[in-house]
Nanobody, 123 residues
Framework: QVQLVESGGGLVQAGGSLRLSCAAS????????MGWFRQAPGKEREFVTA????????SYADSVKGRFTISRDNAKNTVYLQMNNLKPDDTAVYYC????????????????WGQGTQVTVSS
């Protein structure tokens, strides 16, 4: 089992950057694929990006490709989301998630979730 805690959210102007972190408990962090999802007010939670166990494979939603970068440090039990050139449409609560099987793009692929961190992008 793994517990996830996100941090790094906040208010930023359009065009700005933020880096989210997700700290995981437990000794088996490297056995989990990790993902980031987001949920805007009135909308369903959606896939943002995911990374494989070793960090060698990643996938991005088209809406963030080229602007967001996912990475992980297995020695620190942490996954990061670097967000550049932020847009007002990126405003959402961002959730970190862990998958004990192979990473995926669906919510159902992930068995563990953090509490979320708010990202607000002003125009």
């Amino acid at each position: 089992q793994v517990q996830l805690v996100e941090s790094g959210g906040g208010l930023v102007q359009a065009g700005g950057s933020l880096r989210l972190s997700c700290a995981a408990s437990g000794r088996t962090f490297s056995s989990y694929a990790m993902g980031w999802f987001r949920q805007a007010p009135g909308k369903e939670r959606e896939f943002v990006t995911a990374i494989g166990r070793s960090g060698g494979i990643s996938s991005y939603a088209d809406s963030v490709k080229g602007r967001f970068t996912i990475s992980r440090d297995n020695a620190k039990n942490t996954v990061y989301l670097q967000m550049n050139n932020l847009k007002p449409d990126d405003t959402a609560v961002y959730y970190c998630a862990a998958a004990s099987a192979a990473w995926g793009r669906d919510i159902g692929d992930y068995g563990y979730w953090g509490q979320g961190t708010q990202v607000t992008v002003s125009s």
